[in-house]
């Protein structure tokens, strides 16, 4: 066999090392943000004295626009300053609300987790014979319970505080970036990069230095029993996405209530600018960029981090690593995901250090180069790895057999993992960037109106889906044929290594866009609006390529957490054929249709008072319109902070109670087909829905920008076809913020839960097959 080269003190130190260096990092690129002072007199002299010292290369020694515009710099400086504060404090205030809701319901369920798993042995506790081994003997059901509830509560409570830190540094960067957009766009990327970044490499140390600790003190008890150890760390996975689920729900009704609000009423009815200050729903509407998009997808790849590698060790521990107890070789996940780090760190550098953006075409190809530079290290980082920490040759569990695998197959599952997820994020820049002809087709269908826009629209979702359906498919069929499930878990880990450039890139356009919305509130020249506006559309073609890595690795980690169940719950083959599995499986395809419903629903209804508010305000507070009187803001974050609290409570109900119910009451059969139904519908809509929504966006920035003489023909703001874009921003608000991104959660969420559960469903499932 071989034994591995890394010996398991080095891997004991590699581990939590690259974490803190994660971490350092990110406090290093939080600390180089914060030299932007937001007190008028640090900038306001910058063309005095200052130019001495500040000279640079990050350039605070730069001529500002309003110096020759003769604009005031001082009250413009105040004016970011309050109007960051106000974002702040909504975010702030929502994400408090949402944590006291979430709250109870981590209680409540750690509870139900502790009461079901207890239930296995009727809360025994003396030792049981293993599940895959009955020849050993292993800890009690009721330590697996126990430890089970703690690891559901620490991966809560990570998921909730990466979320919380990634919104903190967004409301305290985008006033930064708007007043570095006044020295050049350069200067505002980095600023915004930055910013994404510390995000990125917070979520990533956290994610692997908890679920590393949590692994060493449950080892104290579990001693050489490393199914059970393994078993109960897979609630850390559950945790992370359970509150992934309503960070992401409730985030996304919130944005898009307010983004939709302002919209119809201010562009479409009353033709004023996107973030005018006259505009009631605009705070809200800023609000919400960071609760939902940086909040929600903060803690959503990190569950999905938390799952891949759950899956992962999961498999191991029953395969030739776990019975030899070859610890290096056990934490291989772990160890991919610790050069990650490193790989991340060293491609940040090429963004903000290596490399110096000097105009406007430049930002999307620097993203774009941030995504190619990763994942061509981190191969080079995974073969060193796989070769350090893998013994030449092993097996692996598979279906109640063991599969020889040797350690360079291992290396090409992760490998292409890795690469599958290059090819869904180009492909999705493809068709939602307005530099291609799929969008600027969409753009064009705006001459004759709405309806045309939208049947563009759709189609250009549903056409998206071939390219990264396919690359999903290659890459379960490499890895399953070199190492049966545990080849498709480290798989997604893969797609998941470069999980911080990949955060950063995605953290970069809601702290991009909320920066224009400053710039538009606080009165600066059109300029600088335009140069907010390019690092905003660069931002949205990210945030789609990002949603595409989360959908792509949610399909691989949910299937992975799919073979894990199936194994665990003791069955051999799952057959279509059988009733059993098969009114699973239409159940299970039905879900993403019935949870999307009911999410569309909630945005609707929550836009539709908000709508209604926008109006009345405009109707009756005299000088409104002229910018003689100030609108009331609060009113309209309360609309939206009020409907999303109410409105991701059916939602979140939807996932986590269908697996309980039907692994109870029809057993693990028919719950494997509805995870398998689950996962094949869900993938199509969440890849449709997030790309139709995406390039309904751009083609509206395109109309806007007016960079081409075609783009010239259809603008300008307010005409006719403008109009019909911003009818098609509007609909796709939903479907790409709140709809597409929550599904991916739905399908990995349902696959953990269920093996969570696993060890109640094989024993008590089943009540009414039983009972007829």
Avoid at 21 to 28: A, P
Avoid at 214 to 233: P, R, S, T, V
Avoid at 301 to 322: H, R
Avoid at 677 to 699: F, H
Wanted: with cysteine.
């Amino acid at each position: 066999m071989g034994g591995a080269i890394l010996s398991e003190l080095a891997t004991e130190i590699v581990i939590p090392v690259c974490a803190v260096v994660g971490i350092v990092f990110s406090l290093v690129q939080w600390f180089l943000v914060s030299k932007v002072k937001l007190t008028p007199h640090a900038t306001s002299s910058s063309s005095g004295n200052n130019n001495n010292n500040n000279n640079g290369k990050n350039g605070y020694g730069d001529y500002l626009i309003e110096e020759e515009e003769g604009i005031n710099d001082h009250s413009v400086v105040v004016k970011c300053a309050d109007i960051q504060n106000a974002i702040s404090e909504g975010a702030t205030s929502f994400l408090f609300t949402e944590y006291q809701y979430v709250g109870i319901f981590m209680v409540a369920f750690a509870v139900l987790i502790f009461l079901f798993l207890g239930s296995v042995e009727s809360f025994s506790t003396k030792s049981q014979a293993c599940t895959y081994d009955k020849t050993k003997m292993c800890k009690p059901a009721l330590a697996t319970a126990l430890f089970s509830t703690v690891s559901f509560l620490l991966g809560g409570l990570t998921s909730v505080l990466s979320g919380y830190l990634g919104m903190k540094i967004a409301t305290y960067a985008n006033a930064r970036t708007t007043l570095e957009a006044r020295k050049g766009v350069g200067k505002a990327f980095i600023t915004a990069f930055r910013s994404g970044a510390v995000m990125g490499f917070l979520l990533a140390a956290n994610g692997l230095l908890v679920l590393y600790i949590a692994i060493n003190l449950f080892k104290i008890y579990y001693g050489d029993d490393w199914e059970g150890l393994f078993e109960a760390i897979t609630g850390y996975g559950l945790g992370g996405s359970s509150m992934a689920l309503f960070g992401r729900v409730g985030g996304g009704i919130y944005t898009k209530a307010a983004d939709v609000g302002a919209d119809l009423v201010g562009k479409v009815e009353r033709n004023i600018p996107e973030d005018d200050p006259r505009n009631p729903a605009v705070i809200a509407d800023n609000v919400g960029d960071n609760v939902g998009d940086i909040a929600g997808m903060g803690s959503d790849l990190f569950g999905s981090y938390a799952e891949s590698s759950c899956a992962a060790l999961v498999v191991a521990s029953i395969s030739s690593f776990g019975i030899n107890h070859d610890f290096t070789a056990m934490l291989y996940p772990l160890l991919v995901s610790s050069v990650g780090i490193l790989v991340c760190l060293i491609t940040t550098l090429f963004a903000t250090d290596f490399f110096e953006i000097k105009a406007v075409k430049e930002i999307e190809p620097a993203l774009k180069k941030q995504l190619i530079i990763s994942t061509a290290l981190m191969t080079v980082g995974i073969a060193i790895i796989s070769w350090l920490a893998l013994p030449s040759s092993f097996t692996i569990f598979n279906f109640g057999a063991q599969k020889e695998v040797k350690s360079w197959q291992l290396f090409l599952c992760v490998a292409v993992g890795l690469w599958a997820g290059l090819i869904i994020g180009f492909v999705t820049e493809y068709y939602t960037s307005n530099a291609y002809s799929p969008v600027q087709d969409v753009a064009d269908s705006c001459r004759t109106g709405a309806a045309t826009n939208v049947i563009f629209g759709l189609a250009l979702g549903y056409k998206s889906v071939i390219v990264p359906i396919f690359a999903i498919a290659i890459s379960i069929f490499v890895s399953f044929s070199f190492a049966a499930m545990y080849g498709i878990a480290v798989a997604a880990l893969g797609m998941l290594s470069t999980i911080a450039t990949g955060l950063a890139i995605d953290a970069y356009g809601p702290i991009s866009d909320n920066a224009g919305g400053i710039a538009e509130m606080a009165g600066m020249s059109h300029r600088i609006r335009e140069r907010t506006d390019a690092l905003d559309a660069a931002g949205n073609t990210t945030a789609a390529i990002g949603k595409g890595f989360a959908i792509g690795s949610a399909a691989l980690v949910s299937l992975a957490l799919f073979g894990a169940f199936v194994s665990r719950a003791g069955i051999s083959t799952v057959d279509v054929l059988t009733p059993k599995v098969f009114i699973g499986l239409l159940v299970g395809a039905m879900l993403p249709y019935w949870f999307s419903a009911m999410t569309m629903k909630s945005v609707g209804s929550a836009a539709l008072k908000m709508v209604e508010e926008v109006r009345r305000q405009f109707n009756t507070i005299p000088g409104l319109m002229e910018g003689h009187a100030k609108p009331d803001y609060a009113t309209c974050v309360k609309i939206s902070t009020d409907a999303s609290i109410k409105e991701m409570i059916p939602p979140g109900a939807l996932v986590m109670l269908t697996p309980l119910i039907v692994g109870t009451l029809f057993g693990v059969e028919t719950l494997s087909g509805v995870l398998a139904g689950a996962l094949v519908s869900g993938v199509q809509i969440a890849i449709s829905a997030s790309n139709t929504g995406g390039a309904w966006d751009n083609a509206k920035k395109y109309i806007e920008a007016g960079a081409s003489e075609h783009a010239r023909t259809l603008g300008p703001k307010g005409s006719d076809p403008h109009k019909a874009a911003v009818i098609g921003d509007t609909i796709g608000d939903p479907l790409k913020d709140t709809s597409g991104p929550s599904l991916n959660i739905l399908i990995k969420l349902m696959a953990v839960e269920s093996l969570v559960f696993a060890p109640f469903f094989a024993t008590h499932g089943g009540l009414l097959f039983k009972l007829f």
